[in-house]
């Protein structure tokens, strides 16, 4: 690697940079930042930029001389600023100066000016200088071979003052005429730009034009957001520039860098802090805005008109009803037709153009604005903008319809965008609901009417289906004008056979998002309904699919009039299970919509009649599937047992028995299984199904027992976090039980439990592998401890192990099971009935809670062991003092001083409140984990 000495001559300097530019040994780059900041690099710099020099050593020389003003302008003798100067200016000037250099050099001169002119004192020749004379002075504006430097360096000049901040940026911004109150000087910069807009404004379509040179700076000039008079000096240049830059078409490519700028410069221009306080100013500007974008006669103003109508909707709302003067009403008029055209701009968005979308936000505004007026205000607004919204009514439903093609539909990122776009329109239809009213269902309506709807495609039947569906959370449940006379039309007045299936499919969905109009309105439109719901559970995938889902928000809906519809429906889904393919979501919501329906028959003998109909197909595929030993039919497994868990979660009433009696063989099947009783997957859906049919049972202490004698037999085989919720929800049930059903189970499940932990522990396990079944078995611990603390006398041989092990997961570094352990504890210190037993583990608890404390664990768990140590405080008040000196003199903590250590004790047994004892503790192990100095 090169050293120091190797860049001392002129000559090493250009040949590590040449090599560096060929893309030479990484480490160069080191040396070369070396170099720039060693002092010498300011004896070399301006060797390097001669001429005679590679364009590469030119150009780093370049960027040397503008890292080390900025960086390290304290270096420069103030004796030496002129020359500085000077000599910057010489090298722009010259024509052997390679253009990539220049542009370096305009930053490094922008940089010197900005520190200059940032300070206090800046006299040059006994005159105290201001910047923009200075600027002005070096490089004459009216000289056309000095205007193109004079505005590189003012740009420079900007970007820079963009990236100051504090004082110093503070002082150029008044030096370029950017802040209230400025001295005479600060016009200086605004006079710039306006004398090269004028004078250029003739040549704007030359190549590499002052004017553009000019708009460039003024953009990020007014992006630091200086007095309005100032921009408005400016503003009438700024609409020239657009009227000129903008598309000449509605092309996307035909935009150019010159309409980006003029376009940013307008669109901040109108969202200056201040504007509305100036409402002459205010109304002047949008007008002439207004009024070009109307002349223009294309979509290319839509982004600024749309930004300037969200900025200031309320002000243009008022002007509408409230104005009394024509001129600013014509341009709230003219505006918003503008933004409608743009809505209705021809094409397929997405694919074919990318403009209607655009006014999308100022629709959103305008309705939000209107929601916020008085009355009688709103109610003039609404009516004026009533036409505007059903004119937008009408390019929506066109705008959302589907793609009639692949080809149509592009790309998968352009289906994305367009379904994205969909979804707006659906929302910002219920923005034309708050406008419009009903008039809104009516349009919809007689689309779907003779003779209108032989004239769509389907495209567009789909597209009213979607639109009505989207406004379902906008109509009342007690419209019984508008919405019978749609759900008539959809139910009867459609030909389905005649359009692809993505319009039966929309019709479901539609269905289903009226569901609580149909409860509070079943007579007839719920039969009628149904009816057509039905017939789609035998029609394609895609229909299918809508219509489970509907008929699942049906019932869940209007349970209460299914009484005399159930059978055929329960048939209907009898048969569409024997058909269903396998693993389908389908299957989950068609057994939901079975559980309801089955709630809703009015005899036990019909509901055995249709349980052996749903769920009795479960259980014989399940019983079809568990006679092949391939283990590839597992995932069909658990489906159907998730199909039955989905089933008894909405079943009611007095057959629990029967379902539990059904199931269990499969249950007894999959346990004996050598494969599937080893899944994990499946023995979760098993017990989750388990669970339910529990709960399930009028008599659960009587009919359970063949499930709790498969659980404990199953567990024993592969303990699982699912079979110890399952005995959680069983101790829940009956865990008081007079015939002590619990004890044994309870006895078996945990002593298997701790006998696994124990030779895991032995045998140098990690406990963390096991963390889920920690933190479930803690749980149940943790219930039983606060629930039936008598159960836990039911096996005193294990309590103390229980105990010990809630102590060493206090210890663990998984949140759950810490916190899980902490509740167990908790509860188990302060029942009476085992505080014999506590007090024996006592010491080992309080040692592991002060070991926690000393970073055995994250400092954000030790909420819990706090939690842990103030039951301790309250139930053992004459054991935990020792317990804790105890532990200090031996764990982690025996570091601390007797001093320290007798503090914290008293601190701790001292301080009675829980949460204020766990921000001690904590502040207490961040001191005492912080490293030494100096180590």
Same mark, same amino acid.
């Given at each position: 690697?090169?050293?120091?000495?190797?860049?001392?001559?002129?000559?090493?300097?250009?040949?590590?940079?040449?090599?560096?530019?060929?893309?030479?040994?990484?480490?160069?780059?080191?040396?070369?930042?070396?170099?720039?900041?060693?002092?010498?690099?300011?004896?070399?710099?301006?060797?390097?930029?001669?001429?005679?020099?590679?364009?590469?050593?030119?150009?780093?020389?370049?960027?040397?001389?503008?890292?080390?003003?900025?960086? #390290?302008?304290?270096?420069?003798?103030?004796?030496?600023?002129?020359?500085?100067?000077?000599?910057?200016?010489?090298?722009?000037?010259?024509?052997?100066?390679?253009?990539?250099?220049?542009?370096?050099?305009?930053?490094?001169?922008?940089?010197?000016?900005?520190?200059?002119?940032?300070?206090?004192?800046?006299?040059?020749?006994?005159?105290?200088?201001?910047?923009?004379?200075?600027?002005?002075?070096?490089?004459?504006?009216?000289?056309?071979?000095?205007?193109?430097?004079?505005?590189?360096?003012?740009?420079?000049?900007?970007?820079?003052?963009?990236?100051?901040?504090?004082?110093?940026?503070?002082?150029?911004? #008044? @030096?370029?005429?950017?802040?209230?109150?400025?001295?005479?000087?600060?016009?200086?910069?605004?006079?710039?730009?306006?004398?090269?807009?004028?004078?250029?404004?003739?040549?704007?379509?030359?190549?590499?034009?002052?004017?553009?040179?000019?708009?460039?700076?003024?953009?990020?000039?007014?992006?630091?957001?200086?007095?309005?008079?100032?921009?408005?000096?400016?503003?009438?240049?700024?609409?020239?520039?657009?009227?000129?830059?903008?598309?000449?078409?509605?092309?996307?490519?035909?935009?150019?860098?010159?309409?980006?700028?003029?376009?940013?410069?307008?669109?901040?221009?109108?969202?200056? %802090?201040?504007?509305?306080?100036?409402?002459?100013?205010?109304?002047?500007?949008?007008?002439?805005?207004?009024?070009?974008? #109307?002349?223009?006669?294309?979509?290319?103003?839509?982004?600024?008109?749309?930004?300037?109508?969200?900025?200031?909707?309320?002000?243009?709302?008022?002007?509408?009803?409230?104005?009394?003067?024509?001129?600013?009403?014509?341009?709230? %008029?003219?505006?918003?037709?503008?933004?409608?055209?743009?809505?209705?701009?021809?094409?397929?968005?997405?694919?074919? %153009?990318?403009?209607?979308?655009?006014?999308?936000?100022?629709?959103?505004?305008?309705?939000?604005?209107?929601?916020?007026?008085?009355?009688?205000?709103?109610?003039?607004?609404?009516? !004026?903008?009533?036409?505007?919204?059903?004119?937008?009514?009408?390019?929506?439903?066109?705008?959302?319809?589907?793609?009639?093609?692949?080809?149509?539909?592009?790309?998968? %990122?352009?289906? $994305?965008?367009?379904?994205?776009?969909?979804?707006?329109?659906?929302?910002?239809?219920?923005?034309?609901?708050?406008?419009?009213?009903?008039?809104?269902?009516?349009?919809?309506?007689?689309?779907?009417?003779?003779?209108?709807?032989?004239?769509?495609?389907?495209?567009?039947?789909?597209?009213?289906?979607?639109?009505?569906?989207?406004?379902?959370?906008?109509?009342?449940?007690?419209?019984?004008?508008?919405?019978?006379?749609?759900?008539?039309?959809?139910?009867?007045?459609?030909?389905?056979?005649?359009?692809?299936? &993505?319009?039966?499919?929309?019709?479901?969905?539609?269905?289903?998002?009226?569901?609580?109009?149909?409860?509070?309105?079943?007579?007839?439109?719920? $039969?009628?309904?149904?009816?057509?719901?039905?017939?789609?559970?035998?029609?394609?995938?895609?229909?299918?699919?809508?219509?489970?889902?509907?008929?699942?928000?049906?019932?869940?809906?209007? @349970? &209460?009039?299914?009484?005399?519809?159930?059978?055929?429906?329960?048939?209907?889904?009898?048969?569409?299970?024997?058909?269903?393919?396998?693993?389908?979501?389908?299957?989950?919501?068609?057994?939901?919509?079975?559980?309801?329906?089955?709630?809703?028959?009015?005899?036990?003998?019909?509901?055995?009649?249709?349980?052996?109909?749903?769920?009795?197909?479960?259980?014989?595929?399940?019983?079809?599937?568990?006679?092949?030993?391939?283990?590839?039919?597992?995932?069909?497994?658990?489906?159907?047992?998730?199909?039955?868990?989905?089933?008894?979660?909405?079943?009611?009433?007095?057959?629990?028995?029967?379902?539990?009696?059904?199931?269990?063989?499969?249950?007894?099947?999959?346990?004996?299984?050598?494969?599937?009783?080893?899944?994990?997957?499946?023995?979760?859906?098993?017990?989750?199904?388990?669970?339910?049919?529990?709960?399930?049972?009028?008599?659960?202490?009587?009919?359970?027992?063949?499930?709790?004698?498969?659980?404990?037999?199953?567990?024993?085989?592969?303990?699982?976090?699912?079979?110890?919720?399952?005995?959680?929800?069983?101790?829940?049930?009956?865990?008081?039980?007079?015939?002590?059903?619990?004890?044994?189970?309870?006895?078996?499940?945990?002593?298997?439990?701790?006998?696994?932990?124990?030779?895991?522990?032995?045998?140098?396990?990690?406990?963390?592998?096991?963390?889920?079944?920690? $933190?479930?078995?803690?749980?149940?611990?943790?219930?039983?401890?606060?629930?039936?603390?008598?159960?836990?006398?039911?096996?005193?041989?294990?309590?103390?192990?229980?105990?010990?092990?809630?102590?060493?997961?206090?210890?663990?570094?998984?949140?759950?099971?810490?916190?899980?352990?902490?509740?167990?504890?908790?509860?188990?210190?302060?029942?009476? #009935?085992?505080?014999?037993?506590?007090?024996?583990?006592?010491?080992?608890?309080? !040692?592991?809670?002060?070991?926690?404390?000393?970073?055995?664990?994250?400092?954000?768990?030790?909420?819990?062991?706090?939690?842990?140590?103030?039951?301790?405080?309250?139930?053992?008040?004459?054991?935990?003092? !020792?317990?804790?000196?105890?532990?200090?003199?031996?764990?982690?903590?025996?570091?601390?001083?007797?001093?320290?250590?007798?503090?914290?004790?008293?601190?701790?047994? !001292?301080?009675?409140?829980?949460?204020?004892?766990?921000?001690?503790?904590?502040?207490?192990?961040?001191?005492?984990?912080?490293?030494?100095?100096?180590?």
């Amino acid at each position: 690697m090169e050293s120091d000495n190797l860049l001392a001559s002129i000559d090493e300097v250009e040949n590590t940079i040449n090599r560096f530019y060929a893309g030479g040994a990484p480490h160069l780059h080191n040396v070369l930042l070396h170099f720039q900041a060693s002092p010498q690099a300011w004896n070399l710099v301006w060797a390097l930029l001669d001429p005679s020099r590679s364009w590469s050593a030119q150009f780093f020389a370049a960027t040397t001389l503008q890292t080390k003003i900025l960086k #390290q302008w304290d270096e420069i003798p103030a004796t030496d600023y002129p020359f500085l100067k000077n000599e910057l200016l010489r090298r722009i000037v010259s024509p052997r100066t390679p253009k990539v250099t220049v542009a370096k050099l305009f930053e490094a001169l922008a940089a010197f000016l900005s520190n200059y002119y940032g300070t206090d004192d800046r006299t040059e020749n006994g005159e105290n200088k201001e910047l923009m004379d200075d600027l002005l002075g070096m490089l004459p504006y009216n000289n056309p071979e000095t205007l193109e430097i004079l505005l590189g360096v003012f740009l420079a000049l900007l970007l820079d003052v963009e990236k100051r901040k504090g004082t110093k940026r503070t002082k150029l911004r #008044q @030096q370029l005429g950017l802040n209230e109150n400025p001295s005479e000087n600060w016009s200086k910069s605004t006079w710039l730009l306006k004398q090269v807009f004028t004078t250029y404004a003739e040549t704007i379509s030359d190549e590499n034009n002052f004017f553009f040179m000019a708009l460039e700076c003024a953009l990020l000039w007014i992006k630091m957001y200086p007095p309005l008079d100032l921009i408005n000096q400016l503003f009438e240049h700024f609409l020239i520039a657009a009227a000129h830059y903008v598309p000449k078409n509605d092309d996307l490519d035909d935009e150019s860098r010159g309409w980006d700028v003029s376009r940013e410069i307008l669109s901040t221009a109108m969202s200056q %802090e201040g504007l509305l306080k100036r409402p002459a100013l205010f109304w002047e500007w949008t007008r002439a805005l207004v009024t070009l974008a #109307q002349q223009n006669g294309n979509v290319s103003f839509a982004s600024i008109l749309t930004g300037l109508g969200e900025t200031n909707t309320r002000t243009l709302l008022l002007a509408l009803v409230q104005e009394t003067d024509e001129s600013k009403r014509w341009t709230v %008029e003219t505006l918003i037709n503008l933004l409608i055209r743009c809505s209705e701009y021809p094409g397929r968005y997405a694919t074919q %153009e990318r403009y209607s979308s655009i006014p999308l936000g100022f629709w959103f505004s305008l309705q939000d604005h209107i929601s916020m007026l008085d009355t009688p205000l709103d109610v003039q607004v609404r009516h !004026a903008l009533k036409p505007i919204y059903v004119r937008l009514v009408h390019v929506q439903l066109q705008k959302m319809t589907l793609p009639l093609s692949p080809e149509e539909a592009g790309t998968a %990122e352009e289906r $994305e965008v367009f379904r994205c776009y969909r979804q707006d329109i659906a929302d910002n239809m219920t923005y034309c609901f708050n406008i419009i009213g009903q008039e809104l269902l009516v349009i919809l309506g007689q689309r779907l009417s003779p003779p209108l709807i032989d004239t769509l495609k389907w495209v567009d039947v789909e597209a009213t289906l979607y639109s009505f569906q989207a406004l379902s959370d906008c109509v009342e449940t007690n419209d019984l004008e508008c919405v019978p006379a749609l759900m008539n039309l959809i139910i009867t007045g459609i030909s389905y056979d005649k359009y692809p299936d &993505e319009v039966l499919a929309c019709a479901c969905s539609t269905i289903a998002a009226y569901a609580e109009w149909l409860g509070e309105n079943p007579d007839p439109w719920l $039969e009628r309904s149904l009816q057509l719901i039905t017939y789609s559970l035998t029609q394609s995938p895609i229909v299918l699919a809508r219509a489970t889902m509907a008929l699942k928000d049906i019932t869940r809906e209007c @349970q &209460e009039n299914l009484a005399t519809l159930a059978p055929s429906i329960l048939d209907t889904i009898s048969k569409t299970l024997m058909v269903l393919p396998t693993g389908s979501n389908e299957g989950l919501r068609l057994m939901y919509a079975a559980g309801k329906l089955i709630n809703a028959l009015r005899t036990t003998e019909e509901q055995l009649q249709y349980l052996d109909a749903t769920l009795g197909q479960c259980v014989l595929k399940l019983r079809e599937l568990l006679q092949n030993p391939v283990l590839e039919f597992k995932e069909n497994v658990t489906t159907q047992l998730r199909m039955a868990t989905m089933f008894l979660s909405t079943l009611e009433g007095a057959m629990g028995k029967s379902v539990l009696d059904g199931l269990m063989p499969t249950f007894n099947q999959i346990v004996a299984h050598p494969e599937l009783s080893q899944n994990d997957v499946v023995l979760d859906a098993m017990y989750n199904c388990a669970q339910r049919a529990l709960q399930c049972l009028l008599h659960p202490e009587k009919d359970s027992k063949s499930l709790l004698k498969l659980l404990v037999d199953a567990y024993k085989i592969r303990p699982h976090p699912a079979a110890l919720q399952l005995l959680r929800q069983v101790v829940l049930l009956f865990g008081t039980d007079s015939n002590n059903t619990m004890g044994p189970i309870f006895a078996e499940i945990g002593g298997h439990t701790l006998s696994g932990l124990d030779s895991c522990s032995s045998s140098g396990g990690n406990l963390s592998d096991f963390g889920d079944l920690l $933190e479930a078995y803690l749980g149940l611990l943790g219930q039983i401890c606060k629930k039936t603390p008598k159960l836990m006398l039911q096996v005193p041989e294990y309590i103390s192990n229980m105990l010990r092990c809630g102590i060493v997961s206090l210890g663990l570094p998984e949140t759950a099971v810490i916190k899980a352990a902490a509740t167990f504890l908790i509860h188990a210190i302060a029942q009476s #009935q085992i505080s014999s037993y506590v007090e024996n583990v006592g010491a080992e608890l309080v !040692a592991m809670i002060m070991d926690c404390i000393g970073g055995k664990v994250a400092r954000s768990n030790l909420e819990h062991h706090s939690q842990v140590l103030h039951a301790l405080n309250n139930y053992f008040k004459k054991n935990i003092g !020792a317990w804790i000196r105890s532990a200090l003199e031996e764990g982690v903590l025996s570091s601390l001083t007797p001093s320290q250590k007798e503090t914290l004790t008293r601190s701790i047994l !001292a301080e009675r409140n829980k949460g204020r004892l766990s921000e001690m503790l904590q502040k207490f192990s961040l001191e005492y984990s912080k490293p030494v100095v100096g180590l």
